[in-house]
């Protein structure tokens, strides 16, 4: 069985998958809660938290699903890119476990985990296929043409999907992390209501800075009347962001002649993108945000590192 530990951002997370892709154990120790009073994720409180939650996360899984560190064959742990001190916790810690049991590592790229959420079990997302990757870091159409490799098709210019969300959710009074916090309030909000438009860039890439600051506008033009007008702004902004990422999925379909469409990462957990690329295949609500199965899915298709030659392995901020 793999053992992977995912430490990038503010998940403090291990999975226990066996070789051929089935999840035995998931295990997600949000730290959310920690950051929410700061408006964001705070690095160096992220990287302190991993420290005090890694070696509970790694029991928890293992116990979850039944197995000891005798069954585990390979280690995997996310290299990067993220938090450098977060990442650093859990490069270490798999480092630590690997080495006690003179057990291979596998250096896994957060974004390939992301990909291959899709190739887990019982109903893995076979490549080639073209994916949209959209998290709080990253905002990717992908031309993924096997269980490793992609083509980037597009990339954000500026701000992120997910970064657009909590952004917009802090506009509007609702806290950290802000997608699914707007997603829930949009739910009572008409998404015709005001008119946010995502900028249009050239090629397939994303620019969603000014729909961020369009919202800004509103809400400072409303005044006091925000507070009664609040699901409105939040459909509307939801609706925009929406938009922008399926028209931009869809001209890459298009161009590319893609017969099969994936949507992975933190926000390919919103229901109205994901109801409206009906003919995509999102990842499972639990493997989108971050989370370790997704790293030991990527390890599969990621070649080790013997013992003991990953002693001096680094961690990796940005690619
Ligand atoms: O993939 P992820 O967990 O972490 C990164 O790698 O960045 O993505 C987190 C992002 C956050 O920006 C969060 O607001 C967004 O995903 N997100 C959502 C939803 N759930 C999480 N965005 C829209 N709707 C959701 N339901
Ligand atoms: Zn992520």
Not at 61 to 69: D, E, V
Not at 197 to 225: I, M, N
Not at 286 to 291: E, G, K, P, Q
Request: overall charge negative; some cysteine.
């Amino acid at each position: 069985m793999i053992l992977a530990l995912e430490t990038s951002c503010d998940e403090t997370a291990c999975a226990v998958v066996t070789e051929d892709g089935h999840v035995r154990a998931n295990v997600v120790s949000s730290q959310a809660a920690l950051h929410a009073r700061y408006g964001g994720v705070v690095p160096e409180v992220a990287s302190r938290r991993h420290l005090e939650l890694a070696t509970p996360v790694v029991r928890e899984a293992l116990g979850r699903a039944n197995a000891s560190l005798d069954d585990v064959s390979t280690v995997a742990v996310t290299r990067g890119p993220g938090l450098i001190g977060a990442l650093l916790v859990g490069v270490q810690t798999a480092k630590a476990i690997a080495w006690s049991r003179r057990l291979p590592l596998v250096p896994v790229d957060h974004l390939h985990g992301h990909v291959a959420s899709l190739f887990l079990r019982p109903e893995p997302f076979e490549p080639p296929l073209l994916c949209l990757l959209a998290s709080g870091g990253h905002t990717l159409l992908l031309d993924v043409h096997d269980h490793a490799g992609w083509d980037v098709l597009g990339s954000t210019l500026d701000d992120a999907a997910g970064e657009a969300f909590d952004k917009g959710a802090r506009l509007l009074g609702l806290g950290y992390p802000g997608g699914a916090a707007i997603e829930g309030l949009a739910r009572q909000g008409d998404p015709e209501a005001f008119s946010f438009p995502v900028a249009r860039v050239a090629g397939l890439d994303f620019s969603f800075s000014g729909v961020k600051t369009a919202l800004l506008y509103a809400v400072r033009d409303l005044g006091e009347e925000v507070e009664s007008r609040r699901a409105d702004l939040a459909a509307s902004y939801q609706r925009a962001i929406v938009r922008a990422l399926v028209e931009r999925t869809r001209e890459a379909a298009e161009q590319t002649g893609a017969a099969k469409i994936a949507v992975v990462g933190g926000v390919a957990a919103n229901s109205e993108l994901r109801a409206s690329l009906p003919d995509a295949t999102a990842a499972p609500l639990a493997l989108c945000t971050d989370n370790a199965a997704m790293i030991a899915s990527a390890a599969r298709f990621t070649r080790a590192v013997p013992y003991p030659s990953y002693l001096a392995l680094d961690a990796y901020a940005s690619r």
